[in-house]
């Protein structure tokens, strides 16, 4: 239920976000508060917490900043599986506001609802291009409505990718053969990166496992790709047909863009200031075509430029942040001056608690050692406890680091850590180490 962006308001109690939903929109400090309420609301389960979300979902006022707290409200309403709002949730999809109406399918499916009243509604919106058809399509095959087979069939042949393969993925979902899954296999390498996001989606809700190997060579973040082998990886399993969970997780963790089938290319070269842009895009393809390219330029020639734009934008721009890091420990000839500040931009990096920087985490580990930089035995000790660091991708970059035999270092010591670690993952890697079968 909980996310990582849940909690970014931590000083904001529950009677202080009811009160904002109920205070008259002219005497609000911002037009955005009633938002902010209704989606920190989450964080305080409960009856009153839910009484005051209906009331919002069941008020009239059709201003801007009630309408996009609405939108909100049933969201939350969801994910707290507030079974009593289902029928104001129903109500929502009689909205001409077609936002509203796209939450309310996905509250309805997260709630699990088995009204069929409202899956007729829903049904009869699938075939409307002003409403979000691909969110009706992944809402009424959650909740397994075999009559809504009818009117997504036919959908399985838009001209709209993601449409195209969310129908793809509701048939196969609700009885159909798998003989399209081809189809969804192209997305992964779409020219518009929602699509390949949306297409390794559709994959996940289908549980085409078939498709792993594809969708782990896809140019998109590697939150999407982990997010896919956890879904499809078969539980418990170590191997899965050709692919090793343990290969297959250090190859996620190491990200090289020489793993992935780049959709984007050159047609002359770039300059490295038009290079170094490119980590600020937010197509996945563009910018590890940018990094490998980087990789091959003189390090003394981008340092400054990198230097310059970490410290102007890059270390509080998420997306830029991460292939910075991943830039640093890519090569080890930097200029000597260099070497100290990417050291201490490493080290933050690790330390960072910014929810959206979580995964320059495990890259920065990784960075660190492939530019030699030791890690003290208490410190690898330290991050490879779960209570001392939450985050496993860390804790497995550590083991991968360990498998370095330079480290001079209590090998057994550190594993002890990692034998019962929570976190599959890890447990999987530490028992490779121990039986030395990587």
């Known amino acids: 239920m909980s996310g990582a962006f849940d909690n970014i308001h931590p000083g904001l109690t529950q009677p202080d976000a009811i009160r904002m939903l109920l205070t008259p929109i002219d005497q609000l400090e911002s037009q955005s508060d009633p938002y902010m309420a209704a989606a920190h609301l989450l964080n305080f389960p409960g009856q009153s917490t839910e009484q005051a979300l209906l009331a919002l979902v069941d008020d009239q006022d059709q201003s801007q900043p ?36 796209e939450n309310s399918a996905w509250a309805l499916a997260q ?36 009559s809504a087979a009818g009117v997504i069939e036919p959908l399985q042949d838009s001209e709209t990718p993601g449409v195209r393969g969310a129908a ?34 559709d ?43 343990v290969s297959v997780v250090d190859a996620l963790l190491n990200d090289h863009p020489s793993d992935l089938e780049l959709v984007h290319e ?37 340092w400054p430029l990198l230097h310059q734009r970490w410290t102007e934008e890059a270390h509080n721009d998420y997306g830029a942040h991460y292939f910075f890091v991943k830039l640093f420990g890519s090569r ?3 200029p000597k001056e260099a070497l100290p500040v990417i050291e201490q931009i490493l080290n933050e990096a690790i330390l960072s608690q910014r929810p959206q920087f979580m995964k320059s985490k495990s890259a920065a580990v990784l960075s660190m050692y492939r530019l030699g930089v030791g890690f003290e035995q208490e410190r690898l000790i330290q991050l490879l406890s779960s209570d001392s660091m939450p985050f496993w991708e860390v804790r497995y970059a550590v083991l991968m680091l360990l498998s370095d035999s330079k480290f001079d270092l209590d090998r057994d010591r550190c594993l002890e850590c990692s034998a019962v670690d ?15 079968s990587i």
């Open 66 to 101: 009630r309408r996009l707290a609405r939108r909100k409200a049933v969201e939350v309403l969801g994910r707290l599986k507030c079974q009593d709002a289902i029928p104001a949730i129903g109500r929502c999809l009689n909205s001409d506001d077609p936002y509203l109406v």
């Open 111 to 146: 709630l699990d609802c088995q009204v069929d009243a409202l899956h007729e509604t829903m049904i009869s919106l699938v075939s409307r291009s002003d409403q979000n058809q691909r969110v009706l399509i992944q809402s009424l095959a959650s909740l397994q409505v075999a």
């Open 168 to 201: 793809i993925s509701a048939c196969i979902k609700l009885g159909a053969s798998c003989d399209r899954l081809d189809v969804l296999q192209q997305h992964f390498l779409l020219s518009n990166q929602m699509d390949r996001q949306s297409g390794i989606q």
């Open 203 to 245: 994959a996940i809700d289908c549980g085409a496992r078939d498709l792993l190997p594809a969708i782990l060579q896809a140019p998109v973040s590697p939150v999407f790709r982990m997010r896919a082998l956890r879904a499809l990886w078969p539980e418990g399993d170590l191997i899965f047909g050709e692919l090793s969970l």
């Open 266 to 302: 050159y047609d002359q070269a770039p300059t490295n200031e038009f290079l170094i842009q490119e980590f600020f895009g937010t197509d996945f393809s563009r910018c590890y075509l940018a990094l490998q390219t980087l990789c091959d330029r003189s390090a003394v020639e981008i």
């Open 332 to 334: 080890c000839d930097w």
């Open 422 to 436: 929570p976190h599959p993952f890890v447990a999987a890697r530490a028992k490779a180490m121990t039986s030395d």
